[in-house]
């Protein structure tokens, strides 16, 4: 429920009656919100990150706070970004003809936090849904700016659901996006469309040629993939002398499989690992010799 606006804060009850006020982040945020990131977040960000979010020079993020008597009990951080300039992985969540436009943006959430003890309360959708209003109010951003977006690790449920509830749809499995302490974790991308923002039809991808020639050559892997443990599978319960001779021109013919049905695609950036490879949106581990599929 909104009691008050002004252009810069608001002052609502969240779901259990709390009073919260609402405003944009400000310079004197700045030790409040590195310490609160560093409860929150197992990733560490440097001392120039959080200069960067609540000095804000060049307009580029907005992010907001909600306090309660004075207390920042909550935390948004976004930057609005181009879309054309935006990485590999996480372009093409728009439909086509966007792509033709240089002002279309999109707002990236960095960070969204809740101090512990008022989770479950409604705070952050209070956050959100204060955010949605701005990109679809500020007049500079209410034509161009057509989704949010952000990343989240795939064992982070809690939030997972929390956007799902708020009808951020998932948009892609980033294997291995994140590393946290020298370990790599799995990612997951959402987005939320708004101001006229929207995906491709989910029927156009079925009048492209290359996308039947993605699926034939996909499954023709698959399928050696599946024969070859299936073979592997029968051949254990042969003697160890038996399966020796009998296996190795399997695994050979494997090889050769993937050697066809992968010389295709080009690596088009590395992420983490330098053995990782992102390729018409499948991941390729040469070391582990997987193929994840988004
Ligand atoms: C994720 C987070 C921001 C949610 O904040 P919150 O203020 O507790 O969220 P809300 O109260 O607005 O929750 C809205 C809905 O999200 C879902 N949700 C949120 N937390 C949940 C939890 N712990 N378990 C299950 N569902 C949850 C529920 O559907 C909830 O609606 P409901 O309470 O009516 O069932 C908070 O848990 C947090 O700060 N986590 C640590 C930091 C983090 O992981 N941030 C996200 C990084 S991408």
Redesign the pocket.
């Known amino acids: 429920m909104i009691i008050n606006m002004s252009p810069n804060f608001r002052t609502m009850a969240?779901?259990s009656g709390d009073m919260i006020r609402m405003r944009f982040l400000n310079p004197s945020d700045l030790d409040v919100v590195r310490r609160l990131c560093q409860e929150?977040?197992p990733v560490r960000y440097p001392d120039a990150w959080y200069e960067t979010i609540v000095n804000n020079h060049n307009q580029r993020f907005c992010s907001l706070v909600a306090t309660i008597n004075d207390e920042i009990v909550?935390l948004l951080v976004t930057e609005i970004r181009s879309y054309q300039n935006l990485n590999y992985e996480d372009f093409g969540f728009l439909a086509k003809h966007f792509e033709h436009y240089d002002n279309i943006q999109v707002a990236y959430?960095l960070?969204?936090?809740?101090?512990?003890r008022?989770?479950?309360?409604?705070?952050?959708?209070?956050?959100?849904k204060n955010l949605i209003q701005n990109l679809q109010t500020i007049s500079t951003l209410k034509n161009d700016c057509k989704a949010i977006y952000?990343?989240?690790?795939t064992t982070?449920?809690?939030?997972i659901?929390?956007?799902?509830?708020?009808q951020f749809q998932r948009y892609k499995l980033l294997p291995l996006y994140y590393s946290i302490n020298d370990c790599s974790y799995d990612g997951y991308s959402y987005v939320y469309y708004l101001n006229d923002g929207h995906p491709s039809s989910w029927w156009l991808p079925l009048i492209n040629p290359k996308y039947h020639l993605l699926i034939v050559r996909n499954s023709l892997r698959s399928i050696t993939i599946q024969t070859y443990y299936q073979c592997d599978h029968i051949l254990q319960s042969f003697s160890l002398l038996s399966s020796l001779i009998t296996r190795w021109p399997l695994k050979f013919l494997r090889k050769i499989f993937d050697t066809i049905l992968c010389r295709h695609r080009c690596s088009l950036f590395k992420l983490h690992d330098d053995h990782y490879h992102y390729i018409n949106n499948h991941y390729y581990d040469e070391q582990k010799n997987h193929l994840y599929v988004c």
């Open positions: 969240s779901s929150w977040f909550a959430i960070t969204l936090g809740v101090v512990k008022l989770r479950r309360r409604g705070i952050a959708t209070l956050l959100v952000l990343h989240v690790l982070n449920m809690y939030a659901r929390f956007y799902e509830k708020l």
